[in-house]
């Protein structure tokens, strides 16, 4: 489903704990991190759609987790050319796909750590996850998502208690500067993580 402009419209997930640290989930088989997303399929609203896609990537429900806000208006990105000639194989559309169109969610989990499953599905989308600071710096994302990650971040921190201190890091500094706990996947499918 593309919008007229050529972009699909998409949810996306800041899930904080009660330290304001934010879920990052690592992608099966990458080294590289991200929050919860995911497309709004047909007839689903942007908080059907985020309610959804965090049970199927973080098997979180919505009594594990209390909406704080979400962004006002859509945030684009566009793909870069050459992951658009990977999937050169799908069938020629009248419009073509350019990127993603995300409602950026702010989400403040209620449940334990031991609530969160990455096997929710048969699926799954990451294969370890981990806390981290709100600010932490960007680098593990792919480059193109990189300033949608901004924005959002940006954008919902307006959300957070004026009390609240968020550790405040330089946007350049380097992911192996932090030693956060980095939660697996165990090889047997039958456990969870953590």
């Not at 806000?69 to 999937?87: A, C, H, M, Q, S």
């Not at 989308?125 to 600071?133: I, L, M, N, P």
């Not at 990189?146 to 609240?164: G, I, P």
């Amino acid at each position: 489903m593309l919008d007229k402009e050529g972009y699909r419209p998409n949810v996306g997930i800041i899930l904080l704990n009660q330290r304001n640290e934010v879920f990052w989930g690592k992608r099966i088989g990458q080294h590289s991190w991200q929050f919860p997303q995911g497309g709004i399929q047909h007839g689903e609203n942007p908080k059907q759609a985020m309610f959804r896609e965090l049970q199927e990537e973080v098997g979180l429900l919505p009594e594990h987790v209390q909406v704080i806000g979400r962004t006002k208006d859509w945030i684009r990105y566009d793909v870069p050319e050459e992951f658009l000639r990977r999937n050169s194989n799908q069938k020629p559309r009248r419009i073509s796909y350019k990127g993603q169109k995300q409602i950026w969610f702010l989400l403040r989990m209620t449940g334990r750590d031991t609530d969160i499953s990455l096997r929710a599905t048969d699926h799954p989308e990451f294969d370890a996850w981990r806390w981290s600071h709100y600010w932490i710096p960007l680098d593990a994302v792919i480059e193109f998502k990189r300033d949608v990650y901004s924005q959002a971040l940006c954008e919902l921190a307006r959300y957070l208690s004026r009390k609240t201190h968020l550790l405040t890091l330089p946007w350049n500094s380097t992911l192996e500067e932090f030693h956060p706990v980095i939660n697996t996947i165990p090889s047997s499918s039958s456990v969870d993580s953590h």
